[in-house]
């Protein structure tokens, strides 16, 4: 089943807790990103990944870090997560720059950060 | 002011009814527009693309107004399943991405 996965699927830590949330999809997809979905924001992107070691900021990087060492994967890490960074997480994934409107998105990733 | 604006709605109908959403935009340059639909605590799902001629599937129509940069969606004969949030999404030139609104929600009522 042609599917992006992401986990863990919720989420409760401290203030400078170092977490990783994993994302992986299956349809070999070359781009990635990551969202992070507030109440009256909508969906904001974090970072992305045009391909294998190509990654670039999206409007709210700040906080986080990503990497593409493989295709299928693209983990989102925060070093030193804060309140403010509670939230719901997106990862999505499209064939290639020129289809990135056909997002497929993983279930969502649950955080919240006391 | 946001680069993509939505009425968050929400949007109260019964069923059968006619509903129409609309969705601004402020880059004038922007290229391409979509609506996602978004179940509560889901993931958005691609509904459809809006093309410069309108765009039918079924009973959703959209279609996009560039003199005045928006796009709307028109769901007919609304069913229970219909009840979601509804986002839009434009793909400005030369940019990998999709900006969203924050999405207005619909609730069907029986």
């Known amino acids: 089943e042609a599917q992006v996965t992401q986990n863990p699927r919720y989420l409760i830590t401290v203030t400078g807790k170092k977490l990783t949330v994993t994302c992986s999809q299956n349809?070999?997809?070359?781009?990635m990103s990551w969202y992070r979905q507030d109440p009256g924001l909508g969906l904001r992107q974090i970072y992305y990944?045009?391909?294998?070691?190509?990654?670039d900021k999206g409007d709210v990087p700040e906080g986080y870090k990503v990497s593409r060492k493989e295709k299928r994967n693209f983990p989102l890490i925060l070093e030193s997560p804060s309140p403010n960074q509670t939230s719901l997480y997106f990862c999505?994934?499209?064939?290639?720059?020129?289809?990135?409107?056909?997002?497929?998105f993983g279930p969502g990733t649950r955080l919240t950060v006391t | 002011r946001k680069e993509v604006e939505q009425d968050p709605g929400p949007f109260n109908v019964p069923e059968g009814a006619t509903v129409a959403f609309n969705c601004t935009y402020s880059?004038?340059?922007?290229?391409?527009f979509f609506w996602y639909r978004q179940d509560c605590r889901k993931e958005p799902k691609l509904l459809m693309s809006?093309?410069?001629s309108g765009n039918e599937d079924g009973r959703f129509t959209a279609q996009l107004n560039r003199a005045s940069q928006y796009i709307s969606l028109l769901i007919r004969d609304s069913k229970l399943s219909d009840s979601a949030t509804y986002l839009c999404?434009?793909?400005?030139?030369?940019?990998?991405?999709?900006?969203f609104g924050a999405g207005t929600r619909l609730a069907v009522h029986p």
């Open positions: 999505a994934s499209a064939y290639q720059r020129d289809r990135v409107h056909e997002q497929y």
């Open positions: 809006v093309y410069s």
């Open positions: 880059n004038s340059a922007s290229q391409s």
């Open positions: 349809m070999n997809h070359e781009y």
């Open positions: 990944s045009m391909n294998v070691e190509v990654t």
């Open positions: 999404a434009v793909k400005s030139g030369g940019y990998n991405k999709l900006i």
